[in-house]
């Protein structure tokens, strides 16, 4: 059973940035997607940004320009760069991996982004 973790999620002003973290316990080599998501107070979960085993990267259209999805195979992690953040970005972000029918998520960790 693979297990995530999530860190980096914090209060932050609006412009501000912050880098979330999700760690495997195990290799991501193997995952076809990794993906983040969000999901805010009264929403439904959303999808932000997914990068596939072949390097393509998509990302919603409210966070383009904005925020960096990458990975780092060799220390089994993602990431999720945010810069000039915005109010509306305040949610639980959750990292995922997929491949096949098999899906894993971490645990979320909140972001707020507030002045």
Known sequence: QLQLVESGGGLVQPGGSLRLSCAASGSILR???????????????????????????????????RFTISRDNAKNTMYLQ????????????????????????????QVTVSS
């Open 31 to 65: 995952f076809n997607v990794l993906a983040w998501h969000r999901q805010a107070p009264g929403k439904q979960r959303e999808l932000v940004a997914a990068i596939t085993s072949g390097g393509s990267v998509n990302y919603a259209e409210s966070v383009k320009g």
């Open 82 to 109: 945010m810069n000039s953040l915005k109010p509306e970005d305040t949610a639980v972000y959750y990292c995922k991996v997929s491949i096949g029918l098999y899906t894993y998520w971490g645990q979320g960790t």
